[in-house]
C-alpha cells in the first residue's frame, strides 16, 4: 500500500513544479531587463555558439550588413524592423542559407559591455533567436547578394517595461547554412520603455584644414587641390543642416576657396573647370551653412604650435594669430571667433597649451586619453582647466570612443593612431567579416550615450566628439551618427560655446605631459632659421620708405612649413624650410659697399671717404658704421646717409688720427634703429698723422731758409751798390730813397 500510495502520489507534484518553474521563468525574463551583460555572462538558451575566446578572428565567408534597425529607439508598443544584405564572399555556393534575427536581453548597462559585444568573434555568443527565421529558398552562389528584413512586434522581445530598463540590448544577423554558422553581425536596439529622465549633451567641433601648403601657394591664394576639394565638401555635406555642429577653419583654405577678385579665365582644360567649379561651390556653401554656428579660425596655415612651442618661438605664433584675425574671410559673412587652439597631437604637452594661451587661446581642444578622470566608474563632462603663465585655459576634452566611432567607424575605443599620423585609423576587431554600415554606426553611438545618461541620472553630463586634422569621413555613416543624436530623446546636440562656457567639473585628471616632442615636428633649428631670416628681412626693409614692399607675403611664406599638414612629408617640408630662408635672405640685399683700395692719410682729422651702392627701387636710409681694429685711428661714431635708388654714392665719415701706422677697418651697414643690415667688410688704412708736422716743419724750414737767404743777399747788393761810390753817385741813391725822418 505504501508503494501504491507513493505511486498514486507522483504525479501530484508535477503540475506544481511546472508552474513554479514557468513563474521563475518568467521573472528571469523580466529581470534580464535589469541585469548587466559581462565577459562571464552565460550564453543564452537557443544560442549554438561558444563562449568568447582569445583565438585570431575568424573570417566567415558570409559578409552581413544591417543596413536599417527601425525604429532606432523601440518602445513597448512598435515593432522591431531589421533588415540586411548578406552576401557570399567564398568561392563555394552557400546550400541552404536561413538568416536569424537574435538578442540579448541582458540590459548593457557600462560602455565596456558595449565595447565586448562589438569585439566578439565570429564564433562567440550571439544571442537567443526572435521571431521566425529567414529562409533565402535557394542556394547563394560565390559573390551572390540576398536581401533579408525581420519585424518582430516588441512584445515578442520579452523585455522589461520598467522604466528603469531602458538602454541598450545586442542584436544579431546570423546567418547559417545547414544549422553551421556561416555570417554575423552585431549591432544594438534601444529599449525606451518610458521618457528618460537624464539627458546628455553632445558637441562636435569638425576642422576644416587644407594640405601643405608651399611658400608660393601659401603668398597667393591657391586653389586647394581636387582631394581636398572633395573632402571638404564632405565635411561640409556631413554638417551643412546641423549648425550646432562647430568649425575650426584654416583662413588659408577660405582664401584659396575665395580665390582672386577677379573671374577666373577661360580654360580649354576641363578638369581646371571643373575644379574651379567644385571650389566655388564649396565656398559658397560654407558661406550659407556658417550662419548661426560656431566658427572659430584656426591660426593662419594652421601651424604646429608644439614645434613652435618646443622652439621658443612664441613671436612666430603670435604673427599667424594675428594674420587669422586680419584675414578678409567675404565667404564667412561675419567674423568668426580666434580664440580656440587646437594642438596637431591628440594630447598636447603643457608648453604647447601654455603657448596657446600666450597668443590669445581661451580654449584648447585635447584628445586621446588626455587630461584623463581618474577614479570614476562614470563618465565626466569633457571639461577641464588647464593653468598656465599665460592664465587658464578651458580644455575641451574630447570623448575617445565616440570620436573614434564617428572617425573610423571601424575602430574600436582603443586607437593606436600614432603621433606622427593623426589621421591613422585605429584596428578593427571583433568579425572580420562584419560591415559597418550608417544603420550599425547610428545604434553604436546611442548605445554609448545611452549609457552615460543612465550613469547618473541627476547629473548631464557634456561630451565632445573632435575628429582629427584630415578627416575623410564616410559621409552616409557620419550623417547617419548625427542625425542619430539629434533625435535621440536623451540627446541634446549642443553647440561647442555651450560646453565652452560650462563649469569645470572639478573632478581628479592626469596632467598633461611637460615636454613631449613628436617624431615628425619640425625642428627648432628649421624654426630658427626660418624666424632669423624673417627678423632680418624686418630690419632691412626698415632702410626705405616703403617696407611692406620688401616684406610682402613674408610671413605666409614662413608660416608655410609649419603647418602641421607637412608632417606627412618631411623630406618635402625641408625643401620648403630652405627655400623660404634662402628667398628672404636674398629680399634682405641690395645695399652694399663699394670696394675700395689702400687709403693713405696723412693729417690728423678729416674725412673717410666710403662708397655705397644701392640696388633697390627705392631710396634707403642708412648709417655707416666704421670700426678701426686699433686706436691709431678714431671715428666719432656712425654717420646715417641716404642713398637714392639705384645708384652709388659717397659718404664721408670723420675721424680722428693718433699715431701713425696700418690700420685695418671694419665697415658694417646699420639700419636706422642700429641693428647691422650687412656683413661687415674691411679695407686697410695707412695713417701718418706725424707727416703733418715733419712736412710743417720742413715747408717751415725751407721758408725760413728762403727768407733768410733773400734777406742775406739783400744786405749783400746793398753793401755793394755803396762801398765804393763817389759822393755824387751816394747823393742820387739818397735822393731816391728819400731824405731820413726827422728826430723828434
Known amino acids: ?101 537574435r538578442i540579448r536581453r541582458f540590459l548593457i548597462s557600462t560602455r565596456s559591455a558595449v565595447e565586448e559585444w562589438t569585439g566578439f568573434g565570429a564564433t562567440d555568443t550571439a544571442g537567443t533567436p526572435v521571431g521566425q527565421p529567414v529562409v533565402l529558398g535557394a542556394p547563394l552562389a560565390p559573390g551572390a547578394s540576398a536581401d533579408v528584413e525581420f519585424l518582430v512586434p516588441a512584445g515578442d522581445l520579452l523585455l522589461s517595461s520598467a522604466p528603469a530598463a531602458w538602454g541598450p540590448r545586442g542584436i544579431s544577423v546570423e546567418v547559417t547554412d545547414d544549422g553551421a554558422r556561416v555570417g554575423l553581425a552585431r549591432t544594438f536596439t534601444l529599449w525606451l520603455p518610458a521618457e528618460p529622465e537624464a539627458s546628455v549633451r ?13 611658400a608660393e601657394a601659401a603668398t597667393e591664394p591657391t586653389l586647394p587641390t581636387d582631394d581636398t576639394i572633395e573632402r571638404l565638401a564632405d565635411l561640409l555635406e556631413i554638417t551643412r543642416d546641423r549648425p550646432e555642429v562647430a568649425w575650426a577653419l584654416d583662413p588659408a583654405v577660405l582664401a584659396g576657396l575665395a580665390g582672386p577678385d577677379a573671374p577666373p579665365e577661360a580654360s580649354s582644360d576641363l578638369s581646371t573647370a571643373a575644379s574651379d567649379a567644385d571650389a566655388r561651390a564649396l565656398g ?87 587630461l584623463a578622470a581618474l577614479d570614476l566608474n562614470y563618465t565626466s563632462t569633457g571639461r577641464a582647466t588647464v593653468p598656465t603663465a599665460a592664465g587658464e585655459v578651458a580644455a575641451l ?37 562584419a560591415q559597418t554600415t550608417p544603420a550599425t554606426a547610428a545604434q553604436r553611438v546611442l548605445a554609448e550615450t545611452a549609457i552615460v545618461a543612465r550613469e547618473r541620472p541627476s547629473d548631464s553630463r557634456h561630451l565632445l566628439i573632435a575628429p582629427r586634422r584630415g578627416w575623410s569621413p564616410d559621409v552616409a555613416v557620419a550623417r547617419a551618427q548625427l542625425a542619430a543624436l539629434a533625435e535621440a530623446p536623451w540627446v541634446d ?63 605666409a611664406a614662413v608660416l608655410a612649413p609649419l603647418s602641421v599638414a607637412w608632417r606627412a612629408d618631411e623630406g618635402g617640408r625641408a625643401d620648403v624650410v630652405q627655400e623660404v630662408a634662402t628667398d628672404l635672405a636674398a629680399r634682405a640685399t641690395g645695399v652694399s659697399v663699394v670696394p675700395g683700395s689702400v687709403l693713405s692719410l696723412i693729417s690728423r682729422s678729416g674725412f673717410l671717404p666710403v662708397g655705397l651702392r644701392n640696388e633697390l627701387d ?25 642713398v637714392p635708388a639705384n645708384s652709388e654714392t659717397q659718404a664721408r665719415i670723420p675721424f680722428h688720427a693718433v699715431g701713425s701706422g696700418d690700420v685695418r677697418v671694419e665697415v658694417t651697414l646699420l639700419a636706422p634703429g642700429g641693428a647691422p643690415v650687412s656683413e661687415p667688410t674691411s679695407f686697410t688704412v695707412r695713417v701718418r698723422a706725424d707727416w703733418e708736422n715733419v712736412g710743417t716743419a720742413v715747408v717751415a724750414g725751407v721758408l725760413g731758409l728762403g727768407l733768410l737767404f733773400g734777406i742775406g743777399r739783400t744786405i749783400r747788393r746793398g753793401q755793394t751798390k755803396t762801398r765804393g761810390a763817389s759822393p755824387a753817385q751816394i747823393a742820387e741813391i739818397a735822393e731816391i730813397t728819400g731824405p731820413p725822418p726827422e728826430k723828434s
Open 284 to 370: 559658397t556653401g560654407l558661406g550659407r551653412a556658417a550662419a548661426g554656428r560656431d566658427v572659430f579660425t584656426l591660426p593662419a596655415f594652421d601651424p604646429d604650435l608644439a614645434a613652435l612651442a618646443h622652439a621658443g618661438e612664441q613671436d612666430v605664433a603670435a604673427t599667424a594669430v594675428s594674420l587669422a584675425g586680419a584675414a578678409p574671410l567675404p565667404l564667412l559673412g561675419s567674423p568668426p571667433r580666434t580664440d580656440l587652439a587646437w594642438p596637431a597631437d591628440e594630447v598636447p604637452d603643457h608648453e604647447t597649451v601654455a603657448l596657446a594661451a600666450q597668443v590669445g587661446a581661451r580654449t584648447v581642444i585635447v584628445g586621446g586619453d588626455g
Open 202 to 214: 553632445v558637441s562636435v567641433a569638425v576642422p576644416f584644414t587644407g594640405e601643405a601648403l608651399d
Open 493 to 555: 546636440l549642443a553647440p561647442l560655446a555651450t560646453l565652452i562656457g560650462t563649469a569645470d567639473p572639478a573632478v581628479e585628471r592626469e596632467a598633461l605631459p611637460s615636454e613631449v616632442t613628436a617624431d615628425r615636428e619640425l625642428t627648432p633649428s628649421a624654426i630658427s632659421s626660418l624666424s632669423s631670416a624673417r627678423a632680418d628681412l624686418t630690419t632691412f626693409a626698415t632702410l626705405v620708405p616703403d617696407p611692406a614692399a620688401l616684406t610682402a607675403g613674408a610671413d
Open 618 to 642: 627705392q631710396d634707403v636710409t642708412l648709417q655707416v658704421s666704421l670700426v678701426p681694429e686699433n686706436r691709431l685711428l678714431v671715428v666719432d661714431g656712425p654717420e646715417t646717409i641716404t
Open 397 to 433: 576634452v574630447a570623448d575617445s570612443t565616440l570620436t573614434d566611432l564617428f572617425t573610423d567607424p571601424d575602430s574600436t575605443s582603443e586607437s593606436d593612431a600614432s603621433e606622427t599620423d593623426p589621421a591613422a585609423p585605429t584596428a578593427a576587431t571583433g568579425d572580420p567579416a
Open 1 to 101: 500500500m505504501n508503494a501504491h500510495l507513493r505511486r498514486a502520489r507522483r504525479p501530484w507534484p508535477g503540475p506544481l513544479l511546472r508552474g513554479l518553474l514557468g513563474t521563475l521563468l518568467g521573472a528571469a525574463v523580466v529581470l534580464t531587463g535589469l541585469v548587466s551583460t559581462g565577459s562571464d555572462a552565460l550564453a543564452e538558451v537557443g544560442s549554438a555558439t561558444p563562449s568568447p575566446t582569445d583565438e585570431v578572428p575568424l573570417e566567415l565567408p558570409v559578409q552581413v550588413a544591417v543596413t536599417a534597425v527601425s525604429p532606432q529607439v523601440l518602445r513597448p508598443d512598435g515593432q522591431l524592423a531589421v533588415r540586411a544584405t548578406v552576401t557570399n564572399r567564398s568561392d563555394e555556393a552557400i546550400a541552404e542559407p536561413r538568416a536569424t534575427l
